[in-house]
């Protein structure tokens, strides 16, 4: 059973920066992709960047620029780097993983495409 658990969070000033951490386990398949969502008070659910297990990324378009998702090289832990970050990147932040498809995953930024989800770690950013 995959197990995510994310850390990282926190609150900073508009410009500042984070990294965000998900600590994963549990992978029965070699593919896999992994990625962060977002989720606002009375909004939906955001894909915000996706990396599957041939290091294929994908950015949403407010991501794009700012944000870059990586992995260590055990592939245990996913960050998400923040910078410059803006008072509407204020959300609860997910770490999501689909473990079979991998690279045949075709819509990285819908979380409907992920079976496992972690608890989520906040970050507020104040203008």
């Known amino acids: 059973q995959v197990q995510l658990v994310e850390s990282g969070g926190g609150s900073v000033q508009s410009g500042g920066s984070l990294r965000l951490l998900c600590a994963n386990s549990?992978?029965?398949?070699?593919?896999?992709?992994l990625a962060w969502f977002r989720q606002a008070p009375g909004k939906g659910r955001e894909g915000v960047a996706a990396i599957d297990n041939s290091g294929r990324t994908s950015y949403s378009d407010s991501a794009k620029g700012r944000f870059t998702i990586s992995q260590d090289n055990g592939g245990t832990t996913l960050y998400l780097q923040m910078n410059n970050l803006k008072p509407d990147d204020t959300a609860m932040y997910y770490c999501?993983?689909?473990?079979?498809?991998?690279?045949?995953?075709?819509?990285?930024?819908?979380?409907?495409?992920?079976?496992?989800w972690g608890q989520g770690t906040q970050v507020t950013v104040s203008s």
């Open positions: 549990g992978f029965r398949y070699s593919g896999y992709t």
């Open positions: 999501a993983a689909e473990n079979m498809w991998g690279t045949y995953l075709t819509d990285r930024l819908r979380a409907t495409s992920y079976d496992s």
